[in-house]
């Protein structure tokens, strides 16, 4: 049983579908919610809703006219993501969804930057991006600062060049003024892993070594970032330090935010404090991490596995799946991003796989209850 087949299928599909003819590309640009050129709204009523039953709800399908090659999701919790267009360079994009359908938000065209997105946060006074400069998460890592008040872009490079045949293992935070992150590079080691804490304008602060590579970000607080590397290991970035901790080798992090953990062992648990929720795993192959929200003192994530996303919820019954539901002109297969978790609505943002098309659109799928 392996977690890291999903994300090795996906790379292959993804690859494949980076082969295409020239598309005509049109994205939606606006500050109001439920506004601007959507492609398609599809809702399926259900019954009469009753709120302590998701079987009564509605069904949503939306799409907007994007195309898009990559993306990577802010970790804080804010409704950001990085949008590689497809020929074309990043864009930061706010998401949000009504009973309209997508809403893109405000939007930041990152000039010069037809490179690839693999991690992203935010707070409200900068972005902070890794790229690669490979589609399928391999070649050279960039490290970037967008100032959000006068627009200045600051890039460095991170590590020696790469071996573009391999995939690079990344994560990124913030913590405070301060910036985390972690990468590898497997055909250069098998077994060791670089986190670095660097300062606002992105000078090294401090750099630890560490007997991993792969990496998971979760953010506790404002102030703190954990990068937890593997199943054994926790560095915490905070008041401008790096320190190392023990993590439960049993349960494997694997996402979390404000308290809330994701974990992996015999099945996949949520937890927050005391409190713990347990699931079966929802396929033989899934591929971390886990990207959490949360909302009113609950929390809900998403989790890719084989060729699809499904959204870990908490019910009276304890953690269960919420798969996408495939319809016409939505197979339900792709690359999910994040999840909504509102007063009356649980759903996901994921970019589409809809083969033989080579389009890869934004998408959202969810449940309503209006």
């Not at 497809?86 to 994009?93: E, T």
């Not at 490079?157 to 391999?166: E, H, K, L, Y």
Request: hydrophobic share 45%; aromatic share 8%; glycine share 10%.
């Amino acid at each position: 049983m392996s977690i890291r087949v999903a994300a090795l299928a996906l790379v292959a599909l993804l690859a494949a579908c980076g082969a295409r003819s020239s598309l005509e590309i049109r994205t939606i640009a606006t500050s109001d919610a439920g506004a601007g050129d959507v492609a398609t709204v599809d809702v399926d009523a259900g019954p009469t809703c009753n709120p302590a039953d998701l079987s009564t709800w509605r069904i949503e399908r939306y799409r907007d006219f994007g195309d898009y090659e990559r993306t990577a999701v802010a970790i804080s919790g804010a409704p950001w993501v990085a949008l590689k267009v497809h020929g074309g360079n990043i864009a930061l994009v706010n998401l949000g969804v009504s009973n309209q359908g997508i809403a893109l938000g405000d939007r930041i065209d990152i000039a010069d930057s037809p490179v690839y997105p693999v991690a992203l946060d935010v707070d409200d006074r900068r972005f902070v991006m890794l790229t690669t400069s490979g589609i399928n998460w391999n070649g050279d890592i960039t490290l970037w600062r967008i100032d959000r008040i006068d627009g200045t872009v600051m890039r460095i490079p991170i590590g020696p060049p790469a071996d573009a045949s391999f995939t690079v293992y990344s994560a990124l935070g913030l913590a405070g003024d301060d910036v985390v992150l972690a990468y590898s590079r497997p055909g250069v080691s098998e077994t060791q892993g670089t986190i670095e804490l660097r300062s606002d304008q992105l000078a090294l602060v401090q750099t630890l070594s560490v007997a991993e590579v792969a990496f998971t970000t979760v953010r506790p607080s404002a102030t703190a970032t954990d990068i937890y590397a593997g199943a054994t290991t926790r560095v915490r970035a905070e008041a401008s330090t790096l320190t190392t901790q023990p993590a439960i080798p049993d349960w494997e992090v694997i996402g979390g935010i404000d308290g809330f953990l994701v974990e992996m062992g015999d099945d996949i648990r949520l937890t927050h404090g005391a409190d713990t929720w347990n699931a079966a795993w929802p396929h033989t192959q899934f591929s971390p991490p886990a990207v959490v929200r949360t909302h009113g003192g609950a929390a809900a994530f998403t989790l890719e596995t084989e060729l699809t996303a499904v959204i870990g919820h908490v019910t009276p019954a304890g953690l269960e799946w919420l798969p996408i539901a495939s319809g016409p002109g939505a197979p339900g297969i792709g690359v999910g991003l994040f999840p909504v978790i509102e007063d009356g609505r649980l759903g996901l943002f994921y970019l589409g796989i809809e083969i033989p098309s080579p389009e890869q659109p934004l998408r959202y799928f969810g449940l309503a209850c209006p």
